[in-house]
Every structure is written in C-alpha cells, then in structure tokens.
C-alpha cells in the first residue's frame, strides 16, 4: 500500500494543502460532471446528477473518497480548521 500513490496535481492552488496536509484533498466537482447520485455523509442526504459537490480524498487512504455537498463541506472543514489549532485561545 504505497502511500504516495495519489500524486493529484501538485496542488498548484489548492489553499487547503497546508496545515492539515496531513488530511485529505479536496476537489470541486462541476454540476456537468456529476453524472451519478452520491450521499454526503454529513447530511445523510443525496448529492444529484447535476449538482456541484465537492470530493474529499484521504491523502492516507485515496480509496476511501467521499462527496460531499458544498455547503456541509465547508462547515466541517471550518469546523475542523478552526477548532483545534488556528483559534486556539
Ligand atoms: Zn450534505
């Protein structure tokens, strides 16, 4: 299991990739290529056909991708960011 296998795109302008690196990599989904009906795990609720989302990847475990809406994405990746180490009082 090599886990450097997902090189993606080097990342070019991917804000995320700093300091939770270690997590996952995100990547918008065009309404025009989202062909299949997927279920966000935050939500539980249906990602359509036709509908941007975003694709969150597992550095650590590519296999593992999920899809998530974008507007529950970002609540967790806001969550998560701004939880545990940025505000830290
Ligand atoms: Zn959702």
Same mark, same amino acid.
């Given at each position: 299991?090599?886990?450097?296998? %997902?090189?993606? /795109? @080097?990342? @070019?302008?991917?804000?995320?990739? /700093?300091? $939770?690196?270690?997590?996952?990599? *995100?990547?918008? =989904?065009?309404? !025009?290529? @989202? =062909? #299949?009906? !997927?279920?966000?795990? $935050?939500? /539980? ?5 036709? $509908?941007?989302? $975003? *694709? =969150? =990847?597992? +550095?650590?475990?590519?296999?593992? +991708? &999920?899809? %998530? ?5 970002? &609540? *967790?990746?806001? &969550?998560?960011?701004?939880? @545990?180490? &940025? #505000?830290?009082?």
């Amino acid at each position: 299991m090599p886990d450097h296998a %997902w090189t993606g /795109d @080097a990342g @070019a302008g991917d804000a995320w990739a /700093d300091d $939770e690196a270690d997590a996952a990599d *995100v990547r918008h =989904v065009q309404p !025009y290529d @989202a =062909v #299949k009906t !997927y279920r966000c795990p $935050e939500c /539980d609720h249906e990602i359509r056909p036709g $509908e941007g989302h $975003e *694709v =969150v =990847v597992p +550095r650590a475990d590519p296999e593992a +991708r &999920r899809h %998530w809406h974008s507007g529950c994405w970002r &609540r *967790v990746s806001a &969550r998560n960011t701004g939880g @545990a180490r &940025r #505000k830290r009082r």
